[in-house]
């Protein structure tokens, strides 16, 4: 006889409440990892994260039709240019010398 055990799924947040909790956490999370001596490559994978989390939660009030704070707005488009500096049109080279 075999047995075959299922691994649930983990539970997706649902609710806008458990999505910004996923945000804090995530920010919580390049907090830490910003800390000498920084792991560069552990930094930008808890940055995507944190990009991954806020979009979910952007996506999540534009389809109930909620507005998208301006204080989100601003981090989304600040941790998209993090990690393309070409997304925010601003280049290392066009610094004033």
Request: net charge positive; no cysteine; proline share 9%.
């Amino acid at each position: 006889m075999d047995i075959v055990s299922a691994t649930p799924a983990p539970a997706t947040p649902s609710t806008l409440a458990e999505l910004a909790g996923e945000i804090r956490a995530a920010r919580e999370d390049v907090d830490a990892r910003r800390l000498a001596p920084v792991d560069w490559p552990s930094l930008l994978a808890a940055r995507q994260a944190l990009l991954g989390a806020m979009e979910v939660y952007a996506r999540e009030l534009t389809a109930r039709g909620l507005p998208v704070p301006r204080q989100l707005r601003d981090d989304l488009r600040l941790q998209r240019g993090i990690g393309h500096p070409q997304a925010t049109g601003w280049h290392h080279h066009d610094r004033p010398r």
